[in-house]
Nanobody, 114 residues
Framework: QVQLVESGGGLVQTGGSTKLSCAAF????????MGWYRQTPDSQRELVAT??????TNYLASVKGRFTISENDALKVSLEMNSLKAEDTAVYYC?????????WGRGTQVTVSS
């Protein structure tokens, strides 16, 4: 069974930065796609950024140029979040998809406050 362990997040000031990390454990096939989604109480879960095992990235339009996803080691990804805005406030979920695997982390809160 695949397990995702998330870290990072918390309270950040508007314009500030923070970093989220996620590590995947378990039998994971290549190719895979890992990434981050976010959700607020008033919205559906949306893709923020993903990276494939071959290094291809994909970003939500509103975070392009501010967020950077990278795979620092196999099955360990981080999301650098810069120039944070109030609308980035959400619960961020790590996700991995590979073959028949489709797993979510428990989520970590990011709150951007002025």
């Amino acid at each position: 069974q695949v397990q995702l362990v998330e870290s990072g997040g918390g309270l950040v000031q508007t314009g500030g930065s923070t970093k989220l990390s996620c590590a995947a454990f378990g039998g994971i096939q290549i190719p895979y796609t890992m990434g981050w989604y976010r959700q607020t109480p008033d919205s559906q879960r949306e893709l923020v950024a993903t990276i494939t095992s071959s290094g291809r990235t994909n970003y939500l339009a509103s975070v392009k140029g501010r967020f950077t996803i990278s795979e620092n080691d196999a099955l360990k990804v981080s999301l650098e979040m810069n120039s944070l805005k109030a609308e980035d406030t959400a619960v961020y979920y790590c996700h991995i998809e590979s073959g028949t695997t489709n797993s979510w982390g428990r989520g970590t809160q990011v709150t951007v406050s002025s």
